[in-house]
């Protein structure tokens, strides 16, 4: 073979294949009876406004296949994401490093979390391990969808649905938490209070989008996250996806073809909203009807990334890669003050009959009871919680993109300095991927207090933010473009 040759193989070699992607959806709707959560006492389901479903999209670049899965879930436990990845790998071959699985924190949806949340691993209950079989479904059928795609990366930004819920308060304001302190800032202070001094945190006001269509143009499916919290306002005991099973399906019905098929799969994943939500704590809010504020956010969101695929600029090429790793953490100290403390809640508080049972606690009780006795359940189960903490953390690469995940709610500027610091020219983070480990402050905000650094909403750690921002740092650098490597090609 004359040199001449041998370079031209060379280069061809070198150069990444063209992509092919593929896209299913699972429906993991649980039985009426199923615990709702999101709350602090889980209640039986009694209806299903929208069914709850698995998104699943597959990428191959020729040497490498990644899935990326969004379940309507508040959260999943670390082990239901263990045994779909080995569902997974048993029957399509993906290595279980190269599956992401996050869920969307819809407060109306069935718990794929277990009876703790402050374990490593678990034995899975029945619609754990339906969640898991329906997610390795989902994959499969995926992979047997595969085609010749073309795939682009926009970020726009929609900040008018997104506002810091953590709030700094004029001295006095902030009523005692319940473990009888007073807090900096307060969660979801009074709307238009005259209370109110800032926000305690910026916002993350873009939409990801990571979108895939076939080489004539048509949809295969479009990757977002944008980093709003659920937006809430269901009918009583509803099953429901909120404002993102809306998005999705608002999405495919702006498409020209979207009755066509392969069905197109829109997909939408919860980024860095752990102190975020849809309230404009400034301003008095107009009264709503019941699904109506949620599908008003879906669909402005779904209108603004449907404007955006217009604009892009499609590529045929995207390197791909997955690294993965579980660093031990340290689970949040509990004092011996505040076991004193939870004792004499539970020596207080009553023991109602047929109540709904609060979240960690081990009877129902009366109304003013319900949050401090979660929380005193919560603290004894991390007290006793001897191991540290198996962190699952993950980056992905697509392209000049790179994906990041946490398995916790996320604060927004941690998001921000991913994308600061990231070694791709495109970053942002996932949320609630492969586990569901509590909210995820940065460190100045424990000096603050607040909902979500209070020991058993938070359950790391106070530097836990710091040590996983650079492990998954680290692991993108691993991945970063080559000097001279073309990372796509149009």
Not at 187 to 210: K, R
Not at 293 to 305: G, I, S, Y
Not at 334 to 351: C, G, N, S
Request: with cysteine; hydrophobic share 40%.
């Amino acid at each position: 073979m004359s040199s001449v040759l041998i370079l031209f193989a060379l280069v061809l070699a070198a150069e990444p294949a063209p992509l092919q992607a593929g896209a299913a959806t699972s429906n993991i709707t649980p039985e009426l009876g199923t615990l709702v959560v999101g709350g602090f006492a889980p209640y039986p389901a009694e209806h299903v406004h929208d069914e709850l479903y698995a998104r699943c999209l597959v990428l191959d670049d020729g040497q490498t296949r990644l899935a990326l899965v969004v379940c309507d879930l508040l959260g999943l436990h670390r082990s239901v994401s263990v045994e779909a990845r080995r569902l997974i790998q048993e029957a399509t071959g993906i290595p279980p490093e190269h599956v992401l699985i996050s869920a969307t924190h819809t407060h109306s949806a069935g718990t794929a979390l277990g009876k703790s949340r402050y374990v490593n691993e678990q034995v899975l209950d029945d619609y754990q391990r339906f969640v898991a079989r329906r997610i390795a479904d989902g994959v499969r059928r995926a992979v047997n969808l595969l085609r010749p795609a073309k795939i682009a990366f926009a970020a726009i930004d929609v900040p008018e649905h997104v506002h810091n819920r953590r709030w700094r308060m004029r001295e006095g304001s902030v009523p005692p938490n319940p473990f009888g302190k007073i807090d900096q800032v307060r969660t979801n202070p009074p709307v238009a209070s005259p209370d109110l001094i800032e926000p305690a945190g910026p916002v993350d006001p873009a939409v990801s989008i990571l979108a895939l269509r076939e080489p004539g143009g048509r949809l295969i499916s479009v990757y977002c996250a944008y980093s709003l919290h659920y937006v809430g306002g269901t009918g009583p005991a509803h099953i429901s996806a909120d404002y993102y099973g809306i998005f999705c399906e608002t999405l495919k019905r702006l498409q020209p073809d979207a009755d066509s098929d392969p069905p197109f799969v829109a997909m939408l994943a919860n980024g860095v909203s752990g102190d975020i939500n849809n309230i404009d704590r400034r301003h008095a809010q107009p009264s709503r009807q019941r699904y109506q504020q949620m599908r008003e956010v879906a669909e402005d969101l779904a209108q603004k990334v449907n404007g955006a695929l217009a604009k892009l600029s499609w590529r045929d090429r995207a390197p791909l890669g997955a690294r993965m790793g579980e660093p031990q953490i340290a689970w949040r100290t509990i004092e011996p003050d505040l076991l004193t403390w939870a004792a004499d809640v539970e020596a207080r508080a009553p023991k109602v009959p047929d109540g709904n049972i609060p979240v960690g606690a081990k009877w129902a009780t009366t109304q003013e009871f319900v949050q401090p006795l979660s929380y005193a359940g919560r603290v004894q189960m991390l007290a006793q919680a001897l191991e540290p903490a198996r962190v699952p953390l993950q980056a992905l690469r697509i392209g000049d993109v790179l994906v990041g995940t946490s398995p916790c709610e996320t604060f927004a500027e941690i998001g921000l300095e991913f994308k600061r610091r990231s070694p791709l020219p495109h970053a942002f983070l996932v949320s609630l991927a492969h586990g569901y480990i509590g909210y995820l402050p940065t460190p100045r905000h424990f000096e603050l207090g607040g909902y979500e650094t209070w020991p058993g909403t938070n359950s790391l750690e106070p530097q836990a933010s710091v040590e996983m921002l650079d492990t998954l740092l680290e692991m993108a650098a691993e991945m970063a473009p080559q000097p001279g490597e073309a990372t796509a090609q149009k």
